[in-house]
């Protein structure tokens, strides 16, 4: 399987703090992607970035790419209560069409 | 408003009642798939499809079934549930580009099978 993984599986930090997520995956993509998923709700899709990019902006997410070491990470600046959630990698090969989602990072943001 | 609709969202079911999870989106999206969300596995796809009659499996479609017969439509069949697959469902769309976006996803299904 090319299921990705994120690391740390558990995050807390205080409000105000950044907070960065980590995801490695097993083989050549096409593109990256981050979903943050409420509780027991569906996936939202925060970011996609290529695997010509490096690096990704859009609002206070950061998104970086290294596609020599398979990883990417996730950065939120000046995090907030409301970025409680789970946040998960998603790949998609540059051959096939499936996706593979890692297990998530489990974000909680004390007030 | 843009979404995928998913129904029905929980579902109690006893083992081997022939059940259909319906899933439809409104953006013309050529590709859709459906997920299930299991503690500590993640989101695992079962089936996906990139288009009208087209239709692919994932890493655990043993024991579902699917059908594309219209663009917007993607159910799911489970011919006879066991409690194995009591889990989240999800359905999600996307442009078939590989780069154009990410998913949309559905608010779920949760099914389960006693």
């Known amino acids: 399987s090319q299921q990705g993984e994120e690391d740390p599986q558990a995050l807390s930090i205080q409000e105000g703090e950044n907070a960065t997520m980590n995801c490695s995956y097993k083989t050549s993509i096409n593109n990256l992607q981050w979903y943050r998923q409420n509780s027991g709700r569906g996936l939202v899709h925060l970011i996609l970035?290529?695997?010509?990019?490096r690096e990704k902006h859009s609002g206070r997410l950061r998104v970086t790419l290294d596609t020599s070491k398979k990883s990417s990470s996730l950065l939120i600046t000046a995090s907030r209560a409301a970025d409680t959630a789970s946040y998960f990698c998603?790949?998609?090969?540059?051959?096939?069409?499936?996706?593979?989602f890692g297990t998530g990072t489990s974000l909680t943001v004390i007030p | 408003e843009a979404q995928v609709t998913q129904n029905p969202r929980y579902l109690i079911t006893v083992t081997g009642k022939k059940l259909t999870v319906t899933c439809s989106q409104n953006?013309?999206?050529?590709?859709m798939s459906w997920y299930r969300q299991d503690p500590g596995l993640g989101l695992r796809q079962i089936y996906y499809s990139m288009n009208v009659e087209v239709t692919d499996k994932g890493d655990v479609p043993e024991g579902y079934k699917v059908s594309r017969k219209e663009k917007r439509n993607f159910p799911l069949i489970l011919e006879s549930p066991s409690p194995n697959q009591t889990s989240l469902y999800f359905c999600?769309?996307?442009?078939?580009?590989?780069?154009?976006?990410?998913?949309?996803f559905g608010s779920g299904t949760r099914l389960t099978v006693v």
């Open positions: 970035i290529r695997s010509n990019e």
């Open positions: 953006m013309n999206h050529e590709y």
């Open positions: 999600a769309s996307s442009f078939a580009n590989r780069g154009r976006d990410g998913y949309t």
């Open positions: 998603a790949t998609r090969r540059d051959t096939g069409n499936q996706f593979y």
